[in-house]
């Protein structure tokens, strides 16, 4: 079957009235950021962030318009406030009364997944730490040690997942309301870059990359899982925010590489986990070194040691390092990470090595079993 037309997903839309209103949401250009591929329907509805709470029905009745279509496999709907619908920005802060900082409370996360026992971010301050690469090999290296685990690509702009995981095409979805997620080398899943194709740009705002990212989050059927590791963004804008305040995450892993322009990004990244009272798990330092392969010398192209000394320095535990090498980019590109393709070699062993300091630092506890010997590069 073929993908509903957008005009006939506005049509349905057309049906969808707002009570308050009296008018429809597409009329009254509530309806943003519509994507329609391999037959899921996404898009999101712009409120009125004071209504926000009240319009839930309403996000409910216009997911239940589109999925009437005959073409549509999945829809999903969600809510965003970047401003009040059809009126003015909201104003600025005081000049002379600044906003306060928000700050998550640890009773007040408005997701709960039941039978995820913990959900950790993996970030960075900057781009370019290769901490997507990290979070594969790291998910990949927690299946390795005996846990449950899964893994969303929460970088709606640039995600990565699909391809460094070789998984690609839609999720199935059991009821049109919620969405499997996808098993790759042991590990469950889930990315945006399923509904959307790899070249198409996400051209979204904020508060519409938050409510992707919620949604993934809330409608996916994760199952049992030891860990759900998050792929965040890189940067400390709105999606990490977002997380950190709805999500009882247990912890955040902060990547970066040696040089200190890095790890001043790394720095800040670490600071806004702490000011939302997110525990940081630890520091991993990637692209430490380069070991030639043809005569063995070592050479440290970023410097080396740096992330060390800083977790040393900020009073976090450091988690290792991740050697520059060949098979790490080369494996990633044709979607099995390092740590899979040759799970009796030194790359997988860092990366083993790294979760199970990851886990003992999150838990207390050393990982159930180990599944291959520990090895470590030296």
Same mark, same amino acid.
């Given at each position: 079957?073929?993908?509903?037309?957008?005009?006939?997903?506005?049509?349905?839309?057309?049906?969808?009235?707002?009570?308050?209103?009296?008018?429809?949401?597409?009329?009254?250009?509530?309806?943003?950021?519509?994507?329609?591929?391999?037959?899921?329907?996404?898009?999101?509805?712009?409120?009125?962030?004071?209504?926000?709470?009240?319009?839930?029905?309403? %996000?409910?009745?216009?997911?239940?318009?589109?999925?009437?279509?005959?073409?549509?496999?999945?829809?999903?709907?969600?809510?965003?406030?970047?401003?009040?619908?059809?009126?003015?920005?909201?104003?600025?802060?005081?000049?002379?009364?600044?906003?306060?900082?928000?700050?998550?409370?640890?009773?007040?996360?408005?997701?709960?997944?039941?039978?995820?026992?913990?959900?950790?971010?993996?970030?960075?301050?900057?781009?370019?730490?290769?901490? &997507?690469?990290?979070?594969?090999?790291?998910?990949?290296?927690?299946?390795?040690?005996?846990?449950?685990?899964?893994?969303?690509?929460?970088?709606?702009?640039?995600? &990565?997942?699909?391809?460094?995981?070789?998984?690609?095409?839609?999720?199935?979805?059991?009821?049109?309301?919620?969405?499997?997620?996808?098993?790759?080398?042991?590990?469950?899943?889930?990315?945006?870059?399923?509904?959307?194709?790899?070249?198409?740009?996400?051209?979204? %705002?904020?508060?519409?990359?938050?409510?992707?990212?919620?949604?993934?989050?809330?409608?996916?059927?994760?199952?049992?899982?030891?860990?759900?590791?998050?792929?965040?963004?890189?940067?400390?804008?709105?999606?990490?925010?977002?997380?950190?305040?709805?999500?009882?995450?247990?912890?955040?892993?902060?990547?970066?590489?040696?040089?200190?322009?890095?790890?001043?990004?790394?720095?800040?990244?670490?600071?806004?986990?702490?000011?939302?009272?997110?525990?940081?798990?630890?520091?991993?330092?990637?692209? &430490?070194?380069?070991?030639?392969?043809?005569?063995?010398?070592?050479?440290?192209?970023?410097?080396?040691?740096?992330?060390?000394?800083?977790?040393?320095?900020?009073?976090?535990?450091?988690?290792?390092?991740?050697?520059?090498?060949?098979?790490?980019?080369?494996?990633?590109?044709?979607?099995?990470?390092?740590?899979?393709?040759?799970?009796?070699?030194?790359?997988?062993?860092?990366?083993?090595?790294?979760?199970?300091?990851?886990?003992?630092?999150?838990?207390?506890?050393?990982?159930?079993?180990?599944?291959?010997?520990?090895?470590?590069?030296?």
């Amino acid at each position: 079957m073929a993908d509903p037309t957008q005009e006939a997903v506005l049509g349905a839309l057309r049906t969808v009235i707002d009570p308050e209103r009296c008018q429809d949401i597409v009329t009254l250009g509530m309806v943003g950021g519509l994507t329609i591929r391999d037959r899921h329907v996404l898009f999101a509805l712009d409120v009125d962030p004071e209504r926000g709470p009240a319009l839930e029905p309403l %996000r409910v009745e216009a997911e239940a318009a589109v999925r009437k279509l005959p073409d549509v496999l999945s829809v999903t709907a969600m809510l965003t406030a970047h401003r009040p619908a059809g009126g003015a920005a909201p104003a600025a802060p005081s000049a002379t009364r600044p906003a306060a900082p928000a700050r998550a409370k640890p009773g007040g996360r408005t997701i709960e997944l039941p039978g995820v026992g913990h959900i950790v971010a993996v970030a960075s301050g900057k781009g370019g730490v290769g901490k &997507s690469t990290v979070a594969a090999n790291l998910a990949v290296g927690l299946v390795q040690n005996g846990l449950k685990v899964g893994l969303l690509d929460a970088d709606i702009y640039g995600p &990565s997942m699909p391809r460094m995981m070789g998984v690609g095409g839609k999720p199935t979805t059991p009821d049109g309301k919620t969405l499997d997620p996808k098993p790759a080398h042991g590990v469950q899943v889930m990315s945006i870059g399923f509904m959307v194709d790899e070249e198409t740009p996400m051209i979204w %705002r904020g508060p519409m990359v938050q409510s992707a990212i919620t949604q993934m989050l809330r409608d996916v059927n994760w199952g049992t899982l030891d860990v759900l590791l998050v792929d965040m963004p890189p940067g400390t804008g709105d999606a990490q925010l977002t997380l950190a305040q709805s999500v009882p995450l247990s912890g955040a892993i902060i990547v970066s590489t040696p040089q200190d322009i890095a790890l001043l990004d790394a720095r800040k990244g670490l600071n806004m986990f702490r000011k939302v009272e997110v525990p940081v798990l630890g520091i991993v330092e990637n692209m &430490s070194y380069f070991c030639c392969p043809n005569c063995g010398h070592r050479s440290e192209i970023f410097g080396h040691g740096g992330a060390r000394a800083e977790a040393g320095r900020l009073d976090v535990p450091f988690l290792g390092e991740v050697p520059l090498e060949i098979s790490v980019r080369t494996t990633s590109d044709t979607g099995t990470p390092a740590a899979a393709a040759e799970p009796a070699g030194a790359i997988a062993g860092v990366f083993r090595q790294i979760a199970a300091t990851a886990w003992q630092s999150l838990t207390g506890e050393a990982a159930p079993r180990r599944t291959a010997p520990r090895i470590v590069m030296q």
